[in-house]
């Protein structure tokens, strides 16, 4: 008679580390560079999607502003990565005075399935 093995739930065997998304509204042309900020400090997946601010022409024209294009990058990593990223992200605005953005995180508390905890966890 062979014996039957109890599986146990995958948080019971194995560490469940916070994941986080990580959302930066940047200039057009500057999200290639943030995903790759992303990218190097272990996020699991970037996606970039176009976006484009809010002014009227008026107001563009009163600022001087030619260009209202954004990219919005929104990168999954875990939380404990995320000041490293942060740290090299706020050095890229600083580089040069056309780098400009706003990023802000949101925890992820919840996902359906083991295997996509897995996959966003880079594991």
Avoid: W
Avoid at 59 to 85: M, W
């Amino acid at each position: 008679m062979a014996k039957s093995t109890i599986k146990q739930p995958y948080d019971k065997t194995n560490e469940i580390r916070p994941i986080c998304a990580y959302f930066a509204i940047v200039n057009h042309g500057n999200g290639a560079a943030v995903s790759e900020i992303f990218k190097r400090a272990g996020s699991s997946a970037q996606f970039i999607q176009m976006g484009e601010g809010t002014a009227s022409k008026h107001v563009l024209d009163i600022l001087g502003i030619e260009d209202n294009r954004k990219e919005i990058v929104i990168s999954l990593i875990d939380e404990n990565r995320l000041k490293e990223a942060t740290v090299e992200l706020e050095a890229f605005f600083v580089a040069s005075k056309r780098n400009k953005g706003i990023g802000f995180s949101i925890p992820m508390t919840g996902l359906a399935g083991v295997r996509m905890y897995q996959f966003l966890a880079n594991l």
